[in-house]
């Protein structure tokens, strides 16, 4: 059974960037795509982007500028990294296993993320 | 972008009820479609994807149908479990984008 996990600072400083980890169990990272997506409080789902395997990335051109994702296969991990954070950033983050059939069968619980000093 | 736009963005309806849900893309997008349902404070689950594929585990109660630019969800009986939001996602082009939800209520 495919598990995933995010962790990281649940309070991020306006102007600084926010560092989030996403822990696979039950399954390869060097297999399917692995993504990130949020959600405002009470707000609907916005997809940030995913990585490939062999690091091949694709972003939403709306945070494109600030996101990085990136895979660290040793630990089975992949992680987000979104700079210059605002307000407008507060947001619960998924991790999700993508399918090029299924779109995204496996989410993590999410994790809340508040941008505020 | 693709913009997905859902309707009706509530929905209030009592248990055995027939629901259907409409998603429409600004281009088409064949069939790849999905449909997700969440809870709150839980992460969305998919329900159907290939607009008309029902994921493993999922009642038969839920079907989609459509395709290019008009799609539908249908719960044939409405269940007691079956309160939450909806949201229908593209993945025929980058970026992968999502409807606004819609939220099924009891009547």
């Known amino acids: 059974q495919v598990q995933l996990q995010e962790s990281g600072p649940g309070l991020v400083k306006p102007s600084e960037t926010l560092s989030l980890t996403c822990t696979v169990s039950?399954?390869?990272?060097?297999?399917?795509?692995w993504n990130w997506i949020r959600q405002p409080p009470g707000k609907g789902l916005e997809w940030i982007g995913c990585?490939?395997?062999?690091?091949?990335?694709y972003y939403n051109p709306s945070l494109q500028s600030r996101v990085t994702i990136s895979g660290d296969t040793s630990k089975n991990q992949f992680s987000l990294k979104l700079s210059s954070v605002t307000a407008a950033d507060t947001a619960v983050y998924y991790c999700?296993?993508?399918?090029?059939?299924?779109?995204?069968?496996?989410w993590g619980q999410g994790t809340l993320v508040t941008v505020s000093s | 972008d693709i913009q997905m736009t859902q309707s009706p963005s509530t929905l209030s309806a009592s248990v055995g009820d027939r629901v259907t849900i409409t998603c429409r893309a600004s281009?088409?997008?064949?069939?790849?479609l999905a449909w997700y349902q969440q809870k709150p404070g839980k992460a969305p689950k998919l329900l159907i994807y290939?607009?008309?594929s029902l994921e493993s585990g999922v009642p038969s109660r839920f079907s989609g149908s459509g395709s290019g630019t008009e799609f539908t969800l249908t719960i044939s009986s409405l269940q007691p479990d079956d309160f939450a939001t909806y949201y229908c996602q593209q993945y025929n082009n980058y970026p992968w984008t999502f409807g606004r939800g819609t939220t099924v209520e009891i009547k």
């Open positions: 039950g399954g390869s990272i060097s297999s399917y795509y």
């Open positions: 290939k607009a008309s």
């Open positions: 999700a296993r993508g399918q090029s059939i299924t779109a995204f069968d496996y």
């Open positions: 990585m490939f395997d062999r690091g091949i990335t």
């Open positions: 281009q088409s997008i064949s069939s790849w």
